[in-house]
């Protein structure tokens, strides 16, 4: 059983375009909501969290939106860029570290 | 500071054979925790460890286990080994229930 739904499975922008990747849970106890950028190759990396209570938060060209009631959460990137491309996973943790994973969105950002 | 560490980066088993897996968190990280992540199941708990005790387990057969030192470094062992645990088998690291910090993983494949 997935315990986070992610969407779409792959996605491809033009350079400057602004990809958004969705989720979706059911847990009402989750309590914290990272994003994952994962390069062939690599271990995931941190891009952004955001806490329930927060409805929306901003790192660089990165925008989590999170909607409680819905039980949703989304990762939007501005101005995309060639390097951008890679596998973005959200997840969701419920008080300890115990991470579910989304199941990945292969981003490509086209030249 | 040096980021997580892992070794081996890659390992070639035969089935019924076991490995043993190691992990060097980021300096003053308490809690290690261990993932599977394979194409069809994508990335999946194994479970955690902080001070020495294991603290949190997924849904893992009894062959999986794992050990953590006075360091903070971990092992994982994977006894018995079936063609299915082919995967990357990533170790992430944290202060205690914060974020959490990926090696590269160990790539094993069974043949």
């Known amino acids: 059983q997935q315990q986070v739904k992610q969407s779409p499975q792959s996605l491809i922008v033009q350079k400057g375009g602004i990809p958004i990747i969705n989720c979706a849970y059911e847990?009402?106890?989750?309590?914290?909501f990272p994003w994952y950028q994962q390069f062939p190759g690599k271990g995931p990396a941190l891009l952004i969290a955001?806490?329930?209570?927060?409805s929306e938060k901003k790192e660089g060209r990165f925008t989590i939106s999170f909607n409680k009631s819905a039980k949703q959460f989304s990762l939007h990137i501005m101005d995309s860029q060639p390097g951008d491309s890679a596998t973005y996973f959200c997840?969701?943790?419920?008080?300890?570290?115990?991470?579910?994973f989304g199941t990945g969105t292969r981003l490509t950002v086209i030249p | 500071k040096a980021g997580v560490t892992q070794t081996p980066r890659y390992l070639i088993k035969t089935r019924g054979q076991q490995v043993t897996l190691s992990c060097s968190p980021i300096?003053?990280?308490?809690?290690v925790s261990w993932y599977q992540q394979t194409p069809g199941q994508g990335l999946q708990f194994l479970f955690e460890?902080?001070?020495?005790?294991?603290?949190n387990k997924g849904n893992f057969p009894g062959r999986f286990s794992g050990r953590q030192f006075s360091n903070s470094r971990s092992e994982m062992n994977v006894s018995t080994l079936e063609l299915g645990d082919s995967a990357l088998y990533l170790c992430?690291?944290?202060?205690?229930?914060?974020?959490?910090?990926f090696g590269p993983g160990t790539r094993l494949t069974v043949l």
């Open positions: 992430a690291s944290s202060y205690n229930t914060d974020t959490q910090y």
């Open positions: 847990n009402t106890a989750f309590d914290y």
């Open positions: 955001i806490r329930p209570d927060v």
């Open positions: 997840a969701a943790r419920k008080g300890a570290n115990n991470l579910f």
């Open positions: 300096s003053g990280h308490r809690s």
């Open positions: 460890y902080f001070s020495e005790t294991q603290r």
